[in-house]
């Protein structure tokens, strides 16, 4: 299947610490988008990288995109407390078509402990 | 800043018993979606609409689902009988075009007893 895959399944880290999140996906893509979920609540749109692009930042966010390793990977810097949640990969589908279903991974659940 | 916004936050219905979910996308956004989200499980499409008609629909979108833009401003989803495992949170979303940001709504959690 298209759906994107994050690694690791779950990080721990201090604040001020940086985390790093990945997602692989199977096929091309027209875009990526990243989310945040905090527990049993919505998601939040982070940022979206598109396949001629390399590397978007947005704040404290740094995402990369490799279309030839189909892999993403999302950067927090100086993380905070604040940043605890679960955070996804969602892909589009390159079909040359423009139906825009999104395909989500697992997400990453990652925790900033004080 | 627009948000999509959803109600109820939170729906408890007999099994078998009608849903409607209730979603107002952002208002200059053509594209709307449904996705919903099983406890500990990956986020879902269900389905996709634009321009007054569905676009897409997962295999999830049977017979029993169906989606609607009664005026210029709602998007509803509904469920006609419910099962137990429709339980999970269902999400709306919409976006300016399919290629760009899907703005997500906070959620309605449907729990079928």
């Known amino acids: 299947s298209q759906q994107g895959e994050e690694d690791p399944q779950a990080l721990s880290i201090q604040e001020g610490e940086n985390a790093t999140m990945n997602c692989s996906y199977k096929t091309s893509i027209n875009n990526l988008q990243w989310y945040r979920q905090n527990s049993g609540r919505g998601l939040v749109h982070l940022i979206l990288i598109r396949s001629n692009e390399r590397e978007k930042h947005s704040g404290r966010l740094r995402v990369t995109l490799d279309t030839s390793k189909k892999s993403s990977s999302l950067l927090i810097t100086a993380s905070r407390a604040a940043d605890t949640a679960s955070y996804f990969c969602?892909?589009?589908?390159?079909?040359?078509?423009?139906?825009?279903?999104?395909?989500f991974g697992r997400g990453t659940q990652l925790t900033v402990w004080p | 800043e627009p948000e999509v916004t959803q109600t109820p936050s939170h729906q408890v219905t007999q099994m078998g018993q009608e849903v409607i979910l209730r979603c107002v996308p952002i208002s200059n956004h053509l594209y709307f979606y449904w996705y919903r989200q099983i406890l500990g499980q990956k986020v879902e499409f269900l389905v996709s609409f634009y321009n007054n008609e569905i676009s897409e629909k997962s295999e999830i979108f049977d017979d029993q689902f169906s989606v609607e833009r009664p005026d210029g401003s709602n998007f509803t989803l509904k469920i006609r009988s419910t099962k137990l495992e429709d339980s999970a949170m269902y999400f709306c979303?919409?976006?300016?075009?399919?290629?760009?940001?899907?703005?997500f709504g906070p959620g309605t959690r449907l729990t079928v007893l």
């Open positions: 979303a919409s976006s300016r075009d399919s290629y760009n940001e899907q703005f």
């Open positions: 969602a892909t589009d589908h390159d079909r040359g078509s423009t139906l825009g279903r999104l395909y």
